[in-house]
């Protein structure tokens, strides 16, 4: 294994769908952006000089913000009224537009493919392409470079239009002035562009859905507007669903990133998901490696926001799940449709996008609250009797949440209708690397008697030595019981790649330790525990109990393994009539 290992792998997969994600508290209500040229469209098609840089006048000027991540590596050379400017874009932007504004649109960028990429020859004839851009309050020299770089970069005669979706921006500049760039453009390429635009904020999936209701090729590529494609990106993408119609399919992403604009190469990886449905990065499958061939395609378990699928079999699979909220959970729910109904995912090789990841995401606190009313929305359609692993990586109640997370009758019927088949199926098939926990009968946080203020944390990261803490229930607090008698603790796993810790009681010393739950069998340590609502804690071999201690009238209480002096512990949840609803296997 290791083709193209040294080249990191984006690690904000939640990056690559943040598009429309800002929250209303951070619009800038009609906020103009004055005295910053855009290119002129000469520009655009036919030079690709780049406006010199106004430098700053000598001497060197203050830094006016040393903290700001946008002078970590770029600007020290502007004067401090263009600061003071950038910074300010910066922060309603979450990227360089100061700098973006400056950036021919066509500027040309390293062509990251693999050399048999580069070598691949495609057929003349491929079916047409709808490329789908949608945005809320993006800078405008941002979505001209996208539509530049897909006008230059794309075969003209593939390229049917391209479908500009505005989720009712509030930015002034994308009203009027953007009317009057399309109608340029479309001067030049006759009815090419097209824009929809939401009448009120209706979010990410719906912005993708009006986009997938305008588009007219055979081909829909559905893409942020913060992009800039590569070369050759489309005949990769054409050619696969030409081949197969029910593969829906990811190109791969290169980061540009937010300060200075450089592309950065980023490594192949299949998309996947934990057990909360946060996206994540796959290692590339054996199988895949097995071919040894760098151009073919990869089977990928899910898909990331942006995706090109053939048109009609988008529509009859449900296009996306109009009833998600804001962002997230909705990438899980197309990959879990897709396999479970008859279709395919892969990631293409070849196909290479480069995005724009923002450095700062100031929605991330109501980001949670949709993702996890989204996740429940997928669990309760797609997963099954699995979907209580959703519950439980987000460490809600079985029954009752108190999450509401909407209507889902449409889609229960759709998976009806399209006869899907089952996540046992899926799980199997697709995406073994996530394991069920069938023998989990307690869980989140677990609190001593004593003292209800305090709960288990798993301590130190790193650091085995779980510890006594305020009570926060994140998911270093969240602790998972089994009927077997392990105990798992910080945040539930559940992945064949990603090991949960189990506590153990090392049998001297007063310290309780976490170890990885694999490694725990292997050596035979003390990690089975009997263990009741209410009750003590008791190591099963050991004997001793997980109790709590004052070294002092004064000090806190630590967390110990001692012997027994009848100390209770109350568990957050438990688990009822565990496997009488077909959860156990
Ligand atoms: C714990 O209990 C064992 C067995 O009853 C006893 O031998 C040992 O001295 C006790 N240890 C402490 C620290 O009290
Ligand atoms: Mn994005």
């Known amino acids: 294994m290791g083709l193209w290992s040294s080249k990191p792998v984006s690690i904000l997969c939640i990056g690559v769908l943040s598009n429309s994600m800002k929250t209303s508290a951070n619009d800038k209500k009609g906020k103009l952006r004055s005295g910053v040229e855009l290119p002129e469209k000469a520009d655009v098609h036919h030079d690709g000089k780049a406006k010199k840089f106004e430098k700053g006048k000598k001497?060197?000027?203050?830094?006016?913000?040393?903290?700001?991540?946008?002078?970590?590596?770029?600007?020290?050379?502007?004067?401090?009224?263009?600061?003071?400017?950038?910074?300010?874009?910066?922060?309603?932007?979450?990227?360089?537009?100061?700098?973006?504004?400056?950036?021919?649109?066509?500027?040309?960028?390293?062509?990251?493919?693999?050399p048999r990429c580069q070598e691949k020859k495609y057929p003349h004839n491929l079916p047409t392409l709808s490329v789908i851009l949608i945005f809320m309050n993006e800078a405008m020299s941002i979505i001209l470079r996208a539509i530049t770089s897909l006008i230059n970069r794309t075969p003209s005669h593939l390229l049917k239009e391209i479908i500009l979706v505005d989720d009712y921006s509030s930015n002034e500049e994308l009203k009027f002035h953007l009317d009057e760039q399309i109608k340029k453009y479309n001067a030049r390429y006759p009815g090419l562009l097209k824009i929809v635009r939401h009448k009120k904020r209706e979010g990410l999936t719906q912005a993708r859905i009006s986009g997938w209701e305008a588009s007219t090729a055979e081909i829909v590529a559905i893409l942020d507007a913060h992009i800039e494609v590569n070369a050759g990106w489309a005949e990769p993408i054409l050619s696969r669903i030409k081949e197969d119609r029910t593969v829906v399919v990811s190109p791969v992403f290169d980061n540009i990133r937010f300060d200075d604009f450089e592309l950065l190469e980023y490594a192949v990886a299949a998309d996947g998901f934990d057990w909360?449905?946060?996206?994540?990065?796959?290692?590339?499958?054996?199988?895949?490696?097995?071919?040894?061939?760098?151009?073919?395609?990869?089977?990928?378990?899910?898909?990331?926001?942006?995706?090109?699928?053939?048109?009609?079999?988008?529509?009859?699979?449900?296009?996306?799940?109009?009833?998600?909220?804001?962002?997230?959970?909705?990438?899980?729910?197309?990959?879990?449709?897709?396999?479970?109904?008859?279709?395919?995912?892969?990631?293409?090789p070849c196909a290479r996008v480069a995005h724009v990841e923002r450095a700062h995401k100031?929605?991330?606190?109501?980001?949670?609250?949709?993702?996890?009313?989204?996740?429940?929305?997928v669990a309760e359609v797609w997963m099954d009797e699995y979907k209580y692993m959703v519950y439980y990586a987000w460490n809600l109640p079985l029954e009752n949440p108190g999450i509401d997370y909407g209507d889902v009758s449409s889609r229960k019927e759709l998976r009806k209708k399209l006869n899907c088949k089952s996540f046992d199926w899926y799980i199997k098939n697709v995406y073994p690397n996530l394991i069920p926990q069938t023998t989990i009968v307690g869980y989140g946080t677990l609190k001593n008697t004593l003292d209800d203020r305090m709960c288990i944390d798993q301590g130190p990261v790193p650091g085995n030595t779980p510890i006594m803490y305020n009570c926060h229930a994140y998911s270093p607090q969240h602790m998972f019981y089994h009927s077997t008698g392990e105990i798992y603790m910080g945040g539930l796993r559940a992945r064949q790649n990603a090991i949960d810790r189990c506590l153990t009681d090392p049998g001297t010393g007063d310290l309780p330790l976490l170890n990885p739950c694999n490694e725990a069998v292997q050596k035979g340590l003390n990690m089975h525990w009997d263990f009741e609502q209410g009750s003590a804690i008791i190591n099963k071999k050991t004997k001793r109990c997980v109790e709590i201690i004052k070294d002092s009238p004064l000090s806190y209480y630590r967390l110990v393994v001692q012997n027994c002096t009848g100390q209770k512990w109350h568990i957050q949840h438990v688990v009822k009539d565990w496997g009488k609803n077909g959860a156990g296997r």
């Open 59 to 114: 001497p060197v000027p203050r830094i006016l913000f040393p903290d700001s991540l946008l002078f970590k590596r770029w600007g020290e050379d502007l004067t401090e009224e263009q600061q003071t400017k950038a910074q300010e874009l910066f922060i309603n932007y979450g990227y360089n537009v100061y700098l973006s504004d400056q950036l021919p649109l066509n500027r040309p960028i390293r062509d990251t493919r693999s």
């Open 276 to 348: 909360a449905l946060w996206c994540l990065y796959e290692l590339l499958p054996p199988e895949w490696y097995a071919l040894n061939d760098e151009t073919a395609p990869v089977r990928s378990p899910s898909i990331m926001g942006i995706l090109a699928a053939n048109r009609e079999f988008l529509g009859e699979i449900g296009v996306l799940d109009g009833g998600m909220h804001i962002y997230g959970g909705e990438n899980v729910e197309l990959g879990l449709r897709v396999w479970q109904c008859g279709g395919k995912i892969e990631v293409l």
């Open 362 to 377: 100031p929605y991330l606190l109501d980001l949670t609250v949709a993702m996890k009313r989204n996740a429940l929305r």
